[in-house]
C-alpha cells in the first residue's frame, strides 16, 4: 500500500515539473496555453452573372429578334417604354446609334425591373452591340463581344471542288474564297482537278464559340496539275503580299477568272453550235454558268469604253487595260453603280452581274479576252507578273521563306494554338 502512495506521488512530481519547464518557455507576459480554435472561413463571394454587361440578378431579361419590317419603337412599345421615351431614344445622334439601321434578324434582350424597361441591348454584328440605358437620362453604350483567335493548319485532296474539301474536314468553307483571293492570278480554281492538294495555315475568330470568318491567312501551298505553288508572305514596301518560292509576286496583272467558283459551260472555240440560232460559228470566249445575280469582277485595272446592249450579247461591258488588252462581259442581269462608258474600274471591281440577256439559254457570263485586237482563249493567257521582291530585301526573304516552307512541309491537320484578343 505505501509502495503505491510513494509510485503515485512521483507520478506527480514529474507531471509538475514538466508543467513548470512548459510554463518557464512561455513567450513574455503569456501566463497560460492558448487555446487552438478552428480558422472560421471566409464568406464566399456570390459570382453575379452579366448579359451584354448588365448584372442579371436584378432583372427578368427578355431575348428576341427583330422581325421583318420591324422598328425600335415598335418592340419598346410591347414592353411599356412611352412615346415620350422612344422619342428620347431616337435623338442619340446617329454615329453613335442609328435606330434607322435596326435590321430584321439581329438579336436584342430588354431588361425588366418592377419600374418597366430599364435597358435594351442589340447586337449590331456578331462582334459589336448596343446598350441603351433608359433608367434617368437616355445614353448609349457601344460594346464588344470578346473575339478568339484561333490559329489553325489544315491539310487537304480535292475530290470535287476546294470547297466541299474543307466541308468534308469541317472546316470553314470559306476558306475556298481566301486562297481564291490569294491565288487569283495563279490557278485557274475553275480547273481544280481530282488529287489536288492543298495546305494552309490560317487564323479564325469565334465568339460565344461560333466562328465569325477568317481574319488572316498566314502561308499556303497547292499542287495542281503536277506544279507546286507557294504563297508566302512578305512585308514591302511597308505592305504585306504573297510571293511564290522565288520571290514573285502572286499578284498578277489579269485575274485568272472574272467571279468566283462557278464552272466553265463553254470553252473558246473557232467552231461552235450555237444553242438558239442552231449553226456553227466561232464563239471565242468561255462562258461561266453561274447563278442569276453573281457578281462579275473586272480581271485588271482599265476603262469602260462600252456598257450597253445588244441583241446577241444583251447587256455588256468592255474594258480597255492598257494598249495591248481589252475584255469583254456578256449576257449580264444590269450593270454594277457607276458603271458607264469613261469610268475607270480597278481589278476586283464588281462591274456587272450574270444574267441571261441577249441570245442565252440561261444565266451565264459570256467572257472574252483580246491581245491586239485578236481574240484568244482566256483560260491560257499567260500575265506578266507584278514587281518582285526587291534585291536589296533577298536575304531577309530567303530566311522567312525557309521558315514558311518548313512549317507548311509539317502540316497535317491540326490546331496550333488558341489566343484572345
Request: avoid cysteine; glycine fraction near 8%.
Amino acid at each position: 500500500m505505501r509502495k503505491g502512495w510513494i509510485i503515485g506521488g512521483s507520478v506527480l512530481l514529474v507531471a509538475a515539473a514538466v508543467a513548470w519547464v512548459f510554463l518557464q518557455n512561455l513567450p513574455a507576459g503569456m501566463t497560460t496555453v492558448p487555446v487552438v480554435s478552428e480558422e472560421i472561413p471566409e464568406p464566399i463571394e456570390e459570382r453575379v452573372e452579366y448579359f451584354y454587361g448588365v448584372p442579371v440578378d436584378s432583372f427578368e431579361v427578355v431575348e428576341g429578334t427583330v422581325r421583318r419590317n420591324q422598328m425600335l419603337g415598335s418592340i419598346l412599345h410591347e414592353y411599356g417604354v412611352s412615346a415620350q421615351r422612344i422619342y428620347e431614344i431616337s435623338l442619340i445622334p446617329r454615329e453613335v446609334f442609328d435606330v434607322r439601321k435596326v435590321r430584321a434578324g439581329n438579336r436584342y434582350a430588354i431588361f425588366l425591373d418592377s419600374a418597366g424597361v430599364r435597358y435594351f441591348a442589340y447586337e449590331k454584328d456578331d462582334i459589336n452591340y448596343a446598350v441603351i440605358h433608359l433608367e434617368d437620362s437616355i445614353h448609349v453604350e457601344l460594346r464588344e463581344k470578346p473575339v478568339i483567335q484561333v490559329t489553325e493548319a489544315v491539310y487537304g485532296e480535292i475530290t470535287t471542288s476546294l470547297w466541299e474539301a474543307f466541308q468534308e474536314q469541317e472546316k470553314n468553307p470559306l476558306l475556298a474564297n481566301e486562297l481564291s483571293d490569294i491565288y487569283a492570278w495563279s490557278i485557274d480554281f475553275f480547273g481544280l482537278q481530282r488529287g489536288d492538294q492543298f495546305k494552309v495555315i490560317y487564323d479564325e475568330a469565334y465568339v460565344d464559340s461560333s466562328s465569325v470568318g477568317i481574319t488572316k491567312i498566314h502561308s499556303a501551298w497547292f499542287r495542281h496539275a503536277g506544279h507546286e505553288f507557294w504563297a508566302i508572305p512578305f512585308e514591302q514596301d511597308s505592305v504585306v503580299s504573297f510571293f511564290d518560292e522565288e520571290g514573285n509576286s502572286l499578284r498578277k496583272a489579269f485575274l485568272k477568272a472574272p467571279l468566283k467558283y462557278n464552272r466553265v459551260s463553254s470553252g473558246f472555240s473557232n467552231s461552235r453550235l450555237h444553242p438558239i440560232l442552231k449553226i456553227r460559228r466561232p464563239h471565242h470566249g468561255v462562258d461561266y454558268a453561274a447563278p442569276r445575280g453573281t457578281p462579275v469582277l473586272a480581271i485588271g485595272d482599265g476603262q469602260v469604253i462600252a456598257a450597253a446592249y445588244e441583241r446577241g450579247g444583251g447587256n455588256y461591258v468592255k474594258i480597255k487595260h492598257n494598249g495591248v488588252y481589252r475584255t469583254t462581259y456578256m449576257h449580264l442581269q444590269g450593270f454594277a453603280r457607276g458603271i458607264r462608258t469613261g469610268v475607270w474600274v480597278k481589278q476586283g471591281d464588281v462591274i456587272g452581274y450574270v444574267g441571261s440577256t441577249g441570245l442565252s439559254t440561261g444565266p451565264h457570263l459570256d467572257f472574252r479576252f483580246y491581245k491586239n485586237g485578236y481574240p484568244v482563249d482566256p483560260l491560257k493567257v499567260e500575265a506578266p507578273p507584278v514587281e518582285p521582291v526587291h534585291e536589296a530585301l533577298l536575304t531577309d526573304y530567303l530566311l522567312v521563306k525557309n521558315s514558311v516552307m518548313q512549317e507548311l512541309k509539317g502540316v497535317g491537320s491540326y490546331r496550333l494554338m488558341a489566343s484572345s484578343n
